[in-house]
């Protein structure tokens, strides 16, 4: 059945993504009124993540926002579909870099880098960067139950010299690249809320004492590798600006959860500044007071 509903949707999906881009924001637009004036996909999620953050904003400031958050996530929603069969050209005319050179300078000296990011403007287009690198980019996803859909994620993502790495096996994935001396970029897009478990290390982000993965730090410690911020600026529509922030040359010299908490203000930098273009449909907030819990159950466990 599960077959059946891909090639009932991938013909669709084809089409979309063949559209000049003039023709494929009108069909965001309209993808815009159905999930935010008549599904309201995730509204009530919005608003709470909304109000948790800008207590201070009024109603009518917050409503802004919202709607500009939702017709920026339709958008994204489009461009990833178009990035089935996007050009060469339009991807580098739209998605640029400021100083790609922090991190290619890392590529050209056969180190490889672990590269921290937000779901946080277009995330998706990241790929680009690949296009200006001699070795391979890794980006660590969360596989898809659907094999089809995971599979065409995977070919999506991948067309530039990009592979994926299913979450659960990061660790190993990377363990055996660096014993094999492999040079890669290693992306990562980091300000999921974990599992109670593994909720350990908490830092202040957007006003309220949240849980953050520390897996990249760990990782980066582990190899030495040197960590760097990507943040992405949307330009204008379908016109994106990524600028590289050298969090730290060497993780390995690093207290604990220093990393981490460089990524979070720098992500919290960037919400704060344009609070559109972040994903707000993402329960961020979750596990909000309840830290003494969560880490006694860890102690314990």
């Not at 881009?21 to 815009?32: E, M, P």
């Not at 608003?47 to 919202?66: G, V």
């Not at 410690?221 to 960590?227: G, I, M, Q, R």
């Amino acid at each position: 059945m599960k077959v059946v509903v891909f090639w009932l949707f991938y013909p669709l999906l084809w089409l979309l993504s063949v559209l000049p881009f003039r023709a494929l924001y009108i069909v965001s637009d309209c993808c815009y009124f159905l999930v935010y004036h008549v599904i309201g996909y995730r509204k009530k999620t919005v608003r709470y993540n909304l109000r948790l953050t800008f207590p201070n904003k009024s109603n009518d400031e917050l409503k802004t926002i919202e709607k500009e958050f939702y017709s920026h996530f339709c958008d994204m929603f489009l461009e990833m579909i178009k990035s089935m069969n996007i050009k060469k050209e339009d991807l580098l005319e739209r998605y640029q870099f400021t100083n790609k050179e922090l991190i290619t300078q890392y590529d050209k000296d056969g180190l490889s880098t672990c590269l921290m990011m937000g779901h946080y403007a277009s995330y998706e287009w990241i790929f680009a960067l690949q296009l200006s690198m001699e070795n391979p980019g890794y980006a660590v996803y969360k596989k898809i139950k659907h094999k089809q859909f995971d599979d065409l994620i995977r070919k999506i993502r991948g067309r530039w010299n990009t592979f994926m790495i299913d979450s659960k096996e990061t660790v190993r994935y990377i363990q055996r690249l660096e014993s094999d001396n492999k040079i890669g970029t290693y992306g990562f897009v980091a300000d999921q809320t974990p599992r109670y478990h593994k909720a350990h290390f908490w830092t202040d982000f957007l006003g309220h004492e949240v849980p953050f993965f520390t897996g990249v730090e760990r990782i980066a410690k582990e190899f030495s590798l040197p960590v760097i911020y990507f943040g992405t600026e949307k330009m204008s529509r379908g016109h994106y600006r990524g600028t590289f922030e050298l969090l730290t040359p060497n993780a390995s010299a690093t207290g604990e959860g220093e990393v981490t908490n460089a990524f979070a203000k720098a992500l919290e930098k960037q919400i704060l500044a344009r609070p559109e273009y972040y994903l707000w449909t993402h329960k961020r907030f979750k596990l909000l007071g309840k830290k003494e819990e969560i880490l006694s159950k860890i102690k314990k466990a």
